[in-house]
């Protein structure tokens, strides 16, 4: 980027200096972080200098479009630096399990008109073996299972979920858990109760989940509350025609929207003429 800044097509470029004559190439990024940059440009190694965050470094390096990687930064915390390197291999890695294994699920619950998609990753070696006549009383049966070791150990991480909802987030999905949860795979036992229902245990083992939505958030109710009072007067004409007692006649009247915020302290109205006492202290409110 600093490159095509300034150079031969500089006419179409939109790099151009103040009345000083100075130019303003990378605003946002510190004096430290770009003097270390400028390194790049005459050895090909960025060195990161004591004090600048590993982050703040990446989002200067993406800025200036110059690579992020094992041989372009040296510094002395290794861990900052091959966390920013595992979210970078995460992402390119749950991308390709999104569109290899996680989507076509997706499809399939849309197209049996769902909304959503409740997707459970097992290991390679999982068994699952229900009852028919005793199945899991969780709701279960409602959840697709992908059966991929691979993508059990990617999301035994924390940080590599929340590289995954990041992405589904950019991908425009609603709603979006992940998390570990307990999955019945076999029936151990089941114990018969006299004159009960049968109790069934299951075997569950601790597996990753992956929720969410391709419809809007759920709008907030908009219904009115209505409520039978008995009128002390006849407000229905027709009513009146008929010459229906008046305590046999019911109307309904809506009840009035009340917020938890609006519901406050019946207290008497003050006047109008209002002469407040110097030495009196002041009203809280």
């Keep these: 980027m600093l ?10 470029n ?3 200096p103040n009345e000083k004559g100075e130019y303003e190439v990378a605003e946002g990024i ?16 960025i060195r990161c200098p004591d004090g600048i965050s590993i982050p703040e470094l990446r989002e200067a390096c993406d800025y200036l479009c110059i690579a992020f990687d094992c041989s372009t930064i040296k ?23 999104l569109e290899e294994m996680v989507l076509p699920l997706m499809v399939a619950s849309a197209q049996s008109g769902e909304r959503e998609c409740h997707v459970v990753v ?23 299972i992908i059966y991929s070791t691979k993508l059990y150990r990617f999301f035994k991480y924390i ?7 990041s992405v589904l987030k950019e991908r425009g999905l609603k709603k979006i858990r992940l998390g570990i949860e307990g999955y019945p795979t076999y029936k151990e036992k089941v114990k018969k109760r006299p004159g009960g229902r049968p109790e069934v ?12 939505s391709w419809e809007k958030e759920e709008g907030k109710s908009r219904h009115v509350d209505f409520q039978c009072v008995k009128s002390k007067s006849i407000t229905n004409l027709a009513a009146a025609a008929a010459d229906i007692p008046q305590d046999q006649l ?12 609006d519901i406050l302290p019946n207290h008497p109205q003050p006047s109008h003429h209002y002469d407040p006492d110097p030495d009196a202290s002041s009203p809280a409110i």
């Design 75 to 97: 510094c002395r915390d290794l861990s900052a630096l091959m966390h920013e390197l595992s979210n970078d291999g995460a992402r390119r890695q749950f991308e390709f399990y």
């Design 122 to 144: 097992l290991t390679d070696d999982d068994v699952v073996d229900w009852d028919e006549e005793y199945p899991p009383q969780m709701g279960e049966e409602y959840s697709q």
């Design 3 to 12: 490159g095509r800044m300034f150079g031969s097509g500089r006419e179409h």
């Design 201 to 212: 245990i299951y075997n569950y083992v601790q597996r990753p989940f992956i929720r969410m």
């Design 250 to 261: 019911v109307v309904m009247h809506p009840g009035p929207q009340v917020d938890e915020l």
């Design 14 to 16: 939109f790099t151009r």
């Design 159 to 165: 940080e590599n979920r929340d590289v995954a909802k």
């Design 30 to 45: 510190s004096s430290t972080v770009f003097r270390a940059i400028l390194d790049y440009y005459k050895s090909g190694i």
